[in-house]
Each structure stands twice: as structure tokens, then as C-alpha cells.
């Protein structure tokens, strides 16, 4: 087990309070964006009555930040984590703004995409996570871990209603256009108060070395990879066409080809590969990937909009006690891990919490007690945050020093691969049940038009409402019941991780 060799950097508390204050104030921002969009992806869709196609806002987004995830942790060391920091604020800003100001549904999946390159709260994590690991020791990197998942929980609570409400008063486009002000604040405290140095290995090198490090062959063919699985999944669920259509095994086969070469240039050719083999083959590592992978999969925010017919407003205060037990499981995870020196068990019990959680969120029906809609989704949020809080630490403590900001930025590139799936597997799985449910109970010409948009539910005669509502019901309990059996996997996925222990500090 490698030795946990001193902090990179030496500061100051003070220095290490702006330095900490720049690098989680943009994390902050990235989960405040992430609910917000949540939130908004119902009101959107039914704005350009195109509802069905609401889940390539959260694909484009989330397919940038799966390709350009595993890019930062080698930028950090080529141009700094404060570098690293600002490229991912520019990017990320540079989206939200064109987002507000979107003429249409094509244009505002376009934007997301661009905000995606800087990765809001995914990429910007990771980097801090590499940043911290810099500074602080071992033991103590958890508990600064989950203070920083505090943050990020924060932003993730406030984000939801926040964005319901401005969108209830100012209209959607209000909700992006919001950030901006708060994205400069962040952009001006991370230059000016964030100053880590990176390696002293990596600092001597030359600039044509350091840019020899980006694995631009392994990051086309990952994203080509990725996304070719992705638009065919999406084009099954909003372009309801059949699984022999040209375009969706076409797409397959596309991404089963890229999968080969992308495992080839990482093998064999690429010096510094995105995803080094000799990382994600040992078993720790590719247990916490693999984890932090099936974890990562929860699409709760529409059941409130669709089958309760709350405004976005309460949609996004329902989501507030997940977000709430997302900070809370991650500073338990940091304080229990650092007075213990201990994660396997921790670990195990928050992939059963996650379990736990995705079951009663299946029992629900339009006859379920309002209380079980606020709380049954809180045990997968304190599951799921005191997970990738330990599976972290857990990879961290398990590689060599000079391997750990790539294997954080695999870690993160797993995660957020599942969330990719997960909202493009669920969009696949809602539409496909969705529609069968609507032509079942609905006849007439216009019997699956109802997809598009939910709005139109309130304005149906009453007994095509409820058939509608029944619909969505329906379908949603479906996507329950796979996140349970995903869960599941996560739960399986946590038996192999190793239990290195953490060194004393007092």
C-alpha cells in the first residue's frame, strides 16, 4: 500500500481557507446549475412543446462532461489546478449564458453541451478533489471531502427550488441568465486566491512534454464511444423508432467498434493514457468505478410534476431533503472515516441505505402519504453521497501519489458515465412504457401526444386526465424498479473494494 507521502503544499490556515473558499464556491455553482436544470427540463420541453426531447438537455450536458472529465485531471498537472479551475468556469459560463438566451430546443441543447465541456459540478469536483489532495493528509482528505460534498449538497437543495421558483415567476430563461453574476464571483475568487503548486515532476517538465500527456486519440474515441451508445438509446425513447431501424444499430455498432479501438489506444499506443489499464484493472479501483458507476443512476423530479401536477416550484422543494441528506452523508462519511481510519463497512451500509431508498420510492401510488414523497428518496442521498465519499478515499489510498489525479479523474469519469446512461437508459424505459400505457387507455389520433408535454394534462376532460396521470404513474414505477436492481449492482460492485488503512492523524 503506498505511503501517504507529505501534502504537495504547505499553507497557512488562512490561505487555506481562500484557497478552499475559491475552489468550493465553484462547486457550489456547478450543483446549484445541475438542479436547477432538473428542474427545469419539464417547463422547457412543454415551452417548445417538445417534452419528449427533454432528455437530450441532460444528455448533451452530460455527455461533454463524460468526455471532458477524465481530460482535467492530466490539464491539472499540465496547467495548474487554478488553470485547470478557470478553463472550466469559462466554458461552463460561456453554455449557461447561450442557455438564456436559447431561440430554441436545438440551440439550448447545443449550449448545455458547451456548459458541459467545463463540467459544472462533476468536473469542477474532481478538480478540487485533486487540488485538496494536494494539501491535506490522508485521513483528513474525507471529512474535507465531505465538507466540500456539503457545499455541493447546498447548492444541489437550494438549486431545485430556487430554480422552480424563478421559473414559476421570471420564466425559465431566468433561472440561467441567474448564474451568471454568481459564476463571475466564483471565476475572480478562484484567480485570485487559488495558487497550488503541482509536482515538482510534473512542473520541470517542458511544455511540448506536458502537452504529450493529453490522450487526445483515447478522448475522440471514448466520446465517440459513449456517445454513439447514447444518441441511440436517445433516438429509440423520443423518435419512438424500432430497435431495427438503421440508425439505432448502426449506432450500436458504432460504439461497440470505438469501445475496441479505445481499449487498443490505451493499451498500446497512447503514452499517457485518458484511462490508464494498469489503474482500472486493479481491483480496487475498478470496484470503486464500477461502484460509483451503477450509484449513479436517480431520476426522481418528474413523478412530482407529472403525476402529482405540482408546479416546478414544488417540484424542486420536494427534491430539497435529498439534497439535504446529500451534505449530510458526506460530512458523516468524512467524520467517521477520520475518527476510525476504517471505510469497507461504512461503504456497504450506504450501498444497502441506496437499496433501501429505491424501494419505497417504488411503492408509491396517488395514494401514498405526502410525508413518504419528501423523505423516501433522503436514504439514497446519504447513502449515495457517503459512498462516493469512501470509495475516494478508498482509490486514493489504494495507488501510487504520482497516479492520483488521473485515478480521481476516472473515478469521476464512472460517475458520471452512469448519470449519462442513467438519464438516457430511464428517458428509453419512461418513453417506451409511456406510450404503450397512452394507446392502451387513450384512443383517438392524438392518443400518444400527450408524451410531449405534461402541461396539456390539466386541460383534459376528466377521464382522459386520470388515465394520463395513471400513465405516468405507471411508467415512472417502472424506472423505480431498474434503479432498484442498479442499486443493487452498486451494492455488489462494493464487495471487492480493499480496506486499506488510513494513517493517524491527530
Known amino acids: 500500500m503506498p505511503q501517504d507521502a507529505p501534502p504537495v503544499n504547505h ?35 412543454n415551452y417548445f412543446n417538445k417534452s419528449n426531447q427533454a432528455s437530450y438537455i441532460g444528455t448533451s450536458y452530460l455527455l461533454s462532461v463524460c468526455c471532458f472529465t477524465p481530460l482535467y485531471g492530466r490539464l491539472s498537472d499540465i496547467i495548474g489546478r ?17 442557455c438564456g438566451i436559447a431561440p430554441s430546443m436545438e440551440a439550448l441543447i447545443a449550449a448545455r453541451a458547451i456548459a458541459g465541456m467545463g463540467g459544472g459540478g462533476n468536473d469542477l469536483l474532481a478538480v478540487s478533489s485533486v487540488a485538496v489532495t494536494d494539501l491535506i493528509p490522508l485521513k483528513q482528505r474525507g471529512l474535507y471531502q465531505g465538507m466540500a460534498n456539503v457545499l455541493f449538497g447546498l447548492g444541489a437543495g437550494i438549486g431545485g427550488p430556487l430554480g422552480g421558483w424563478l421559473n414559476d415567476a421570471f420564466g425559465w430563461r431566468a433561472a440561467f441568465l441567474f448564474q451568471i453574476p454568481v459564476l463571475v464571483f466564483s471565476f475572480v475568487l478562484v484567480m ?28 475522440f474515441t471514448l466520446a465517440i464511444t459513449v456517445g454513439s451508445l447514447l444518441l441511440g438509446f436517445s433516438l429509440k425513447s423520443t423518435e419512438s423508432l424500432p430497435w431495427s431501424h438503421p440508425a439505432i444499430y448502426g449506432l450500436f455498432v458504432a460504439s461497440a467498434g470505438s469501445c475496441v479501438l479505445f481499449i487498443l489506444v490505451e493499451a498500446r499506443w497512447a503514452p499517457y493514457p485518458v484511462m490508464p489499464l494498469h489503474l482500472i484493472t486493479q481491483r480496487t479501483p475498478l470496484a470503486v468505478s464500477l461502484s460509483n458507476f451503477f450509484g449513479s443512476v436517480s431520476a426522481f423530479s418528474m413523478y412530482f410534476s407529472a403525476v402529482r401536477m405540482g408546479s416546478s416550484t414544488q417540484a424542486g422543494l420536494h427534491l430539497l431533503p435529498h439534497s439535504i441528506a446529500l451534505s449530510t452523508g458526506s460530512v458523516f462519511a468524512g467524520w ?17 441505505l441506496m437499496i433501501v ?5 417504488a411503492l408509491w401510488s396517488d395514494h401514498t402519504a405526502a410525508w413518504h414523497l419528501w423523505l423516501d428518496i433522503t436514504p439514497h442521498a446519504f447513502g449515495m453521497a457517503s459512498l462516493i ?39 428509453t424505459v419512461l418513453q417506451a412504457v409511456l406510450l404503450e400505457k397512452l394507446r392502451a387507455s387513450i384512443h383517438g389520433p392524438n392518443a400518444a401526444a400527450h408524451r410531449h408535454s405534461t402541461d396539456v394534462i390539466p386541460s383534459l376532460e376528466p377521464l382522459h386526465r386520470e388515465a394520463a396521470i395513471t400513465a405516468y404513474g405507471e411508467a415512472l414505477r417502472v424506472v423505480f424498479i431498474c434503479q432498484i436492481a442498479v442499486n443493487f449492482l452498486a451494492f455488489l460492485c462494493s464487495l471487492p473494494i480493499q480496506e486499506n488503512p488510513l494513517p493517524y492523524v491527530p
Open 336 to 352: 467517521l472515516m477520520r475518527r476510525t481510519g476504517k471505510l469497507y463497512t461504512l461503504t456497504l451500509a450506504s450501498s444497502l
Open 192 to 219: 485570485l486566491k487559488v495558487s497550488i503548486e503541482t509536482p515538482l515532476a510534473v512542473k520541470q517538465q517542458s511544455l511540448h512534454s506536458k502537452l504529450r500527456r493529453i490522450d487526445v486519440f483515447g478522448s
Open 11 to 45: 499553507v497557512s490556515r488562512s490561505h487555506l481557507f481562500w484557497v478552499l473558499a475559491g475552489l468550493w464556491s465553484a462547486v457550489f455553482l456547478g450543483a446549484l446549475d445541475g438542479t436547477i436544470v432538473a428542474t427545469l427540463m419539464t417547463p422547457i420541453g
Open 389 to 427: 465519499t469512501t470509495t475516494l478515499i478508498a482509490v486514493i489510498s489504494g495507488v501510487e501519489k504520482s497516479d492520483v489525479a488521473v485515478a480521481t479523474g476516472i473515478t469521476y469519469l464512472f460517475r458520471t458515465t452512469g448519470q449519462v446512461l442513467g438519464v438516457s437508459l430511464s428517458g
Open 82 to 98: 487554478r488553470g485547470a479551475m478557470l478553463l472550466a468556469l469559462t466554458l461552463f459560463g460561456v453554455g449557461t449564458t447561450l
Open 357 to 361: 431508498s429505491s424501494s419505497l420510492v
